[in-house]
Structures are given as C-alpha cells and as structure tokens.
C-alpha cells in the first residue's frame, strides 16, 4: 500500500532548474513528471497540499495548483474532492528486463491556456466591420 504521509521536504527534492527555464508553474510540473517517470514518487503515493508545497517552495498557491491540473490532465496524477493529490496508478514506467525504467511519452505540444497567436487574425477585417458597425468612414 502507498504511503499516505506527505515529506515536508519537498523543495529540496524537487530538482526545479534555472528560471531561465520558464515559469515556475512549467518548471515545477516538469520536475513531479520527471520524478514520477523516474520512479521517485511511487504510484499511489500522496502528494503534498498545494498550500504545503507552496510554502516549501517559497511561492504562490497557484504555482503549485496550476501544476498538479497540468500533470492532472497529462495523466500522471488523480485527484479527488476531499482526498490528497495521488499519482495515478499506471503512471510510474515499469522497469523493463534489464532494470532500466521504460521511456514515458511526453506530450510535444503545451495547451495550457494563455495568450493566443495575433499573427493569423484578420485585422483589416476586423476593422472595416468596427467601420460599418459604428458609421464611420
């Protein structure tokens, strides 16, 4: 059975990386992903509460929840209304026969929501019906 405690230590587990690397949000997603792949964090294993975690990271609640929806989403963590942030069972790669952890998808495209691509909208468009639409010329 997985551990239901949760590890205070959780910053200094977390290989987050250089800011340079992007948002915090992105960077803390990547390291739980790398460490759930890695086989660092046992499938079933409680993750800390985001208010936690945010404390041991020194930032915001949001950071740390923005995170845990996008590995959410990815698959490799559950969570339920009520109940502690779990690693989804299946999430860990199995070892294969020589003992070496099997290579985990990664997913090539960021949806996360954000700001949208201006380049392809039709200004001109856009602003001839604003023309129209208010009798201007």
Do not use: K, N
Not at 6 to 35: I, M, N, Q
Not at 78 to 101: L, W
């Amino acid at each position: 059975m997985a551990d239901d405690r949760t590890d205070s230590a959780w910053g200094t587990f977390l290989e987050l990386g250089d800011p340079a690397d992007g948002p915090l949000h992105v960077r803390l997603a990547r390291a739980l992903r790398t460490a759930v792949t890695g086989g660092r964090i046992a499938s079933g294993s409680a993750l800390p509460p985001s208010r936690s975690l945010a404390a041991d990271l020194g930032c915001s609640r949001w950071v740390v929840t923005e995170a845990y929806a996008q590995l959410v989403a990815e698959g490799y963590l559950e969570a339920r209304s009520g109940s502690a942030t779990r690693v989804r069972a299946g999430a860990v790669a199995a070892p294969e026969a020589g003992g070496a952890v099997a290579a985990r998808w990664e997913p090539e495209f960021d949806l996360l929501p954000g700001v949208p691509d201006l380049r392809a909208f039709p200004r001109r468009r856009w602003a001839d019906a604003v023309r129209e639409a208010t009798g201007t010329l």
